[in-house]
């Protein structure tokens, strides 16, 4: 699995753009087709919450509206004669007109003369459920209307006659679907009771079924809606571009999450902080040679990143950014950590050579930092008085006071510390005078102007003239050729390093190298 993630981040790394422009048309397609996949079971979900809204606005209507059944027939029953007088046929057509849920009110008198809130005869009860709950003399009934719709009968009955109440249907609003009329089934039932009212003609195939949604009335009338296989697979089929779409849309954001995350994951940012983790940097070391006896003086370890252990990454592709955001102190310990290991191996302190160490600024300016790698110094069995911190011009000091405290320090513990890359930075001569240092190292970019024409040619002699004036020590490094190390040696820099000596060596060629320079020594 490790090598695999590696692989792909290694091929996300050569070729970002084309890699995630695969990866997002298969996200994309992936999520298009999952989300198309899905549309029976959003069919379903989205049938069963349409009808479940539409049962339950009934379900509210009717138990808000209608309330308590007695009070309601009961302010009927007192406000009427039941002799189908003109005061008793206008009641009921007012009461019809104030309760819009109500269908109809019929008045049976004694003397069996039936008088309605509409003209015409009553409507035939052809299916009744009688409901015991109620007082003696008060029933209510669901009636199915020549198999056309369900509505609610409340009657009251005792010796002066006999009053219902129809409401409006309660199945026939549900039931509406535009793909056909009769694949959904209603059924009104009560609990504890063997009798149903239906919608329609039973069908079998549907009343097989587990009901999509069961509603119930506050007065225990219970609805419940079967659903015909063919219409889910209708409205599937409906829903199916939508969903291919909305699948698509959210493929695109899931996308641009990955990418995003992929960016910041391979980020240079993100890749050293996990090259640390992993303390993926080794030291390769450049030989630094006394040209006067061609002797090693000693060496500069030199930081490559191995990643993913097995590419090695070049120093200026990451040193700048590592040095300008504070991984490098990182970088550094963990580098000091191996060097130390390593060169310890080679019983070092037999050589006397220096091993010099690149410390930006804010490391000499942290003098708990510092602490600590002494401590790892004195651990080892190589002496402090063999090691050298070579300090970065390129960068600036904000506390030179601090810095001179910390180099005082680890003057005091036998560690040299030197001025690298002078001339090409913030202040030379100010960090020498400061900073009391007696080494410094001349950057490549004066190197590189022995035998040319080139202005920066007098700089060099100069930095030359203060390092001789001063007493310091000189190294010259990036060197190439021949004529440029009889140059400095001739101008009194006879420490010299570059790669007209050796090129920076991973631990094994430096072990023979080392080796062979104490043969000939």
């Known amino acids: 699995m490790y090598k695999i993630k590696s692989w792909f981040k290694s091929r996300l790394i050569a070729d970002y753009a084309g890699t995630m422009m695969v990866v997002a048309i298969f996200i994309i397609i992936f999520m298009a087709i999952s989300f198309t996949l899905l549309s029976p079971y959003i069919a379903r979900e989205q049938l069963s919450s349409k009808l479940d809204t539409m049962s339950s606005e009934l379900v509210d209507n009717y138990s808000t509206n209608i309330g308590e059944y007695h ?47 509409f003209n015409g005869k009553p409507k035939h009860h052809t299916q009744a459920i009688f409901i015991k709950n109620l007082q003696d003399n008060i029933s209510l009934w669901a009636i199915d209307n020549n198999k056309e719709q369900s509505i609610l009968s409340l009657v009251w009955e005792d010796t002066k006659g006999k009053v219902s109440i129809d409401f409006e249907p309660i199945i026939s609003k549900v039931t509406r679907n535009k793909h056909c009329d009769d694949c959904i089934l209603t059924v009104v039932s009560m609990p504890n009771n063997n009798k149903t009212l239906h919608s329609q003609d039973d069908d079998e195939n549907v009343l097989s079924k587990q009901a999509l949604n069961i509603e119930v009335f506050k007065n225990s009338l219970i609805l419940k809606n079967y659903v015909d296989p063919q219409l889910l697979s209708l409205i599937s089929m409906d829903l199916k571009p939508l969903l291919f779409i909305i699948g698509g849309l959210i493929g695109l954001l899931v996308f641009f999450v990955i990418n995003t995350y992929a960016k910041h994951q391979l980020s240079l940012h993100s890749l050293i902080i996990k090259g640390i983790g992993r303390k993926e940097f080794i030291p390769y070391y450049q030989p630094i040679i006394n040209v006067k006896n061609n002797k090693m003086y000693g060496c500069e370890v030199l930081v490559r990143w191995w990643f993913n252990k097995k590419e090695l990454i070049s120093p200026d592709e990451f040193i700048p950014y590592a040095e300008s955001n504070g991984l490098i102190i990182h970088i550094t310990d963990i580098l000091l950590e191996k060097t130390l290991a390593q060169l310890s191996s080679l019983d070092w302190n037999k050589s006397s050579g220096i091993i010099s160490i690149n410390l930006v600024p804010e490391q000499l300016e942290n003098k708990l930092h510092m602490r600590k790698a002494v401590d790892l110094i004195i651990k080892s069995s190589i002496s402090p008085k063999l090691i050298a911190f070579e300090i970065t011009e390129r960068m600036s000091f904000t506390d030179l006071n601090k810095a001179a405290a910390v180099i005082d320090y680890l003057k005091a513990q036998g560690i040299n510390v030197k001025l690298d890359d002078a001339g090409t930075g913030y202040g030379s001569f100010s960090y020498i005078q400061h900073l009391k240092l007696q080494s410094l190292k001349i950057d490549k970019m004066f190197v590189d102007t022995i035998g040319t024409f080139d202005h920066r040619l007098s700089v060099l002699d100069s930095i030359i003239a203060f390092g001789k004036k001063s007493g310091m020590e000189m190294i010259a490094e990036g060197v190439e050729t021949k004529e440029q190390s009889e140059y400095l040696l001739n101008n009194g820099v006879y420490l010299q390093q570059g790669y007209y000596f050796s090129e920076p060596l991973k631990f094994e060629q430096f072990h023979d190298y080392y080796k062979q320079d104490q043969v000939n020594n």
């Open 71 to 117: 009070e309601l027939i009961t302010d009927v029953v007192n406000n009427i004669n039941f002799d189908c007088s003109k005061s008793d046929r206008k009641y009921i057509k007012t009461k019809t007109y104030n309760k819009y849920y109500i269908k109809n009110i019929d008045i049976k008198t004694h003397d069996n003369i039936v008088c309605s809130s």
